[in-house]
């Protein structure tokens, strides 16, 4: 899955602390003709992030509104009965005020209390980013459907988005630097974490910084124990050991191949960038397996007929195991894997020396390594 990261914050489980003892009321008003009795859904999501319902009511008069007591400040959505899209926001004890038009919900005006204010602010940008973004990709579409293709349009077009992705992390990472007391920073950096989109040293020093509230949420303490997970898989530590069927269905571990220096690649049949990949590890191995360079391929395939045929079509002729589970397979889960291309570069030793090098840099760094 390979996807914009900032665009999906919103789907994210969010909680924090706890909220005044007298509890929440929110008041909605719909601008546009809704039919009297429409049902509104107040929806959240549950341990495996699934949305469960909460609570419901009707509009009447185009108004609409839930009262309750919320132990802790949690991401929240307002669906409308026969209407796609969801409002989310943050349901905390006070006074939340809610105005939106009936098409457009993740246009909402949300106020009145402190985490809604703030996030508000990051939403403003965001979308006002999320739009260039949409217009680009709709600019590279028309680009690319002329006849010829108008191939310099393009190559602008792609230049420029590139600049809006990274202008988008920055974005999301000074929001966060920024505003220590906020539930949205601590989503940034869950996003952050799981698109790799910064080191883990650096969400690390975020992480320590926000406030003492903030690390007492439920976000936060999740973010803390995926942080300190992440750390037995750091560039110095030992290599988990591991082993796993290969494709004759013998069992084959790490250290039954490890030679001066090992490349655990994580890949699959079905994923385009890792293929894409494959021809680079395959002239990289060639050129310095006989001093001392093995792979070891760990598919997140759950098809063995996908996986031998890809190993064969893409030419890998180096070790392979799986146990087909995609991304439950327990080495995955294990070196803490939730996205591939993924690969730990590990010395005679046992130890991480390199992560996730790709092109280029995988041989500059096996070569400054063996030679």
């Not at 185009?62 to 009965?81: I, R």
């Not at 005020?97 to 602010?121: C, E, H, L, W």
Request: include cysteine; glycine fraction near 6%.
């Amino acid at each position: 899955m390979n996807k914009v990261w900032i665009w999906g914050v919103f789907a994210a489980l969010v909680a924090s602390c706890a909220g005044k003892a007298d509890g929440y009321s929110v008041d909605a008003k719909v601008e546009g003709e809704l039919d009297n009795g429409t049902k509104v859904f107040l929806k959240t999501t549950d341990s495996l992030n699934q949305l469960v319902d909460v609570d419901t009511t009707t509009v009447e008069n185009g108004v609409f509104s839930f009262e309750g007591v919320q132990e802790q400040p949690k991401l929240h959505y307002l669906m409308l009965e026969d209407s796609r899209g969801n409002l989310p926001f943050f349901l905390e004890n006070g006074k939340i005020s809610i105005k939106f038009q009936k098409d457009s919900m993740n246009y909402a005006r949300v106020k009145g209390t402190p985490q809604n204010d703030i996030f508000m602010d990051f939403l403003g940008e965001s979308r006002r980013m999320g739009e260039r973004a949409r217009s680009m990709q709709q600019d590279m579409r028309a680009a690319s459907q002329k006849q010829p293709q108008d191939t310099v349009t393009m190559m602008a077009l792609r230049e420029e988005y590139m600049e809006l992705q990274e202008d988008v992390k920055t974005y999301n990472v000074d929001f966060a630097k920024n505003n220590p007391d906020a539930l949205i920073s601590v989503l940034i950096m869950g996003n952050l974490l799981m698109s790799k989109a910064l080191p883990t040293s650096e969400i690390q020093e975020m992480f320590d910084a926000l406030s003492p509230e903030m690390k007492a949420t439920e976000p936060a303490t999740k973010l803390k124990e995926q942080l300190e997970k992440l750390k037995t898989t750091e560039v110095g530590s030992a290599a988990p050991e591991f082993s796993a069927p290969n494709p004759e269905g013998e069992m084959l571990a790490l250290n039954d191949i490890k030679g001066k220096l090992t490349l655990v690649d994580f890949w699959a049949a079905w994923c385009s960038p890792c293929r894409a990949e494959n021809p680079n590890i395959v002239s990289v191995y060639w050129k310095f397996h006989d001093e001392g360079f093995n792979v070891i391929g760990v598919s997140l395939d759950s098809r063995a007929d996908d996986w031998t045929n890809a190993i064969a079509k893409d030419g890998l002729e180096w070790n392979h195991i799986s146990n087909l589970k995609r991304f439950q397979d327990p080495i995955a889960q294990l070196y803490n894997v939730n996205a591939i291309p993924a690969a730990f570069l590990i010395d005679e030793n046992g130890v991480i020396v390199a992560k996730n090098l790709r092109g280029p840099a995988l041989e500059q760094k096996v070569a400054e390594y063996l030679n």
